[in-house]
T-cell receptor
Framework: SQQGEEDPQALSIQEGENATMNCSYK?????LQWYRQNSGRGLVHLIL?????REKHSGRLRVTLDTSKKSSSLLITASRAADTASYFC??????????FGAGTRLTVKP | DTGVSQNPRHKITKRGQNVTFRCDPI?????LYWYRQTLGQGPEFLTY????????KSRLLSDRFSAERPKGSFSTLEIQRTEQGDSAMYLC??????????????FGPGTRLTVT
């Protein structure tokens, strides 16, 4: 069963705008990761945030984690057409599997 | 290093046939995972290997599914007596030895299975 739930399911923005995606989960986690999947391609790891961290940056990406609310957000600043993809959050717990959400489909219009 | 590779990339089979997929992880990675992804959904965990030991299996992995990693390198996923509901993308991922469970996974391109 999937743990993370992304919101919104789909997002369409203009190039240059910021995109914010949210992820909620249900059980305790050790870490939360965000992945990107382009149409017809494999998943690519974007960023990992541990349960004792609140915010992390990587280039144009900013991830926050609120363990009290069991939620995370991914912000992409100054979006580009190449950012068009599906974005998934995945939670890691004490076992060895990761639980993915259904994803947010982001479309960046040039 | 060419990343995680999977073969075949596409497989079309008739219901009731057996199929086998192969995954070659990144060479120094001792952890290997199989996932299944259907259209519009995120990947669903199937099973996990650390070296040659299969340490986790999802309840999604019915008795028709079996996975092996005999020498701790490549892995195979076999589906016996395929059903139309098995049609999906089967993804393999690997990750390096690490501390605890805070690690990223490197995914292959997947094998798309169509059962007719």
């Amino acid at each position: 069963s999937q743990q993370g739930e992304e919101d919104p399911q789909a997002l369409s923005i203009q190039e240059g705008e910021n995109a914010t995606m949210n992820c909620s989960y249900k059980t305790s986690i050790n870490n939360l990761q965000w992945y990107r999947q382009n149409s017809g391609r494999g998943l690519v790891h974007l960023i990992l945030i541990r349960s004792n961290e609140r915010e992390k940056h990587s280039g144009r990406l900013r991830v926050t984690l609120d363990t009290s609310k069991k939620s995370s957000s991914l912000l992409i600043t100054a979006s580009r057409a190449a950012d068009t993809a599906s974005y998934f959050c995945a939670t890691g717990a004490n076992n060895n599997d990761m639980r993915f959400g259904a994803g947010t489909r982001l479309t960046v219009k040039p | 290093d060419t990343g995680v590779s999977q073969n075949p990339r596409h497989k079309i089979t008739k219901r009731g046939q057996n199929v086998t997929f192969r995954c070659d992880p990144i060479s120094e990675h001792n952890r290997l995972y199989w996932y299944r992804q259907t259209l519009g959904q995120g990947p669903e965990f199937l099973t996990y290997f650390q070296n040659e030991a299969q340490l986790e299996k999802s309840r999604l992995l019915s008795d028709r599914f079996s996975a092996e990693r005999p020498k701790g390198s490549f892995s195979t996923l076999e589906i016996q007596r395929t059903e139309q509901g098995d049609s999906a993308m089967y993804l393999c991922a690997s990750s390096p030895p690490g501390q605890g469970h805070s690690y990223e996974q490197y995914f292959g391109p997947g094998t798309r299975l169509t059962v007719t």
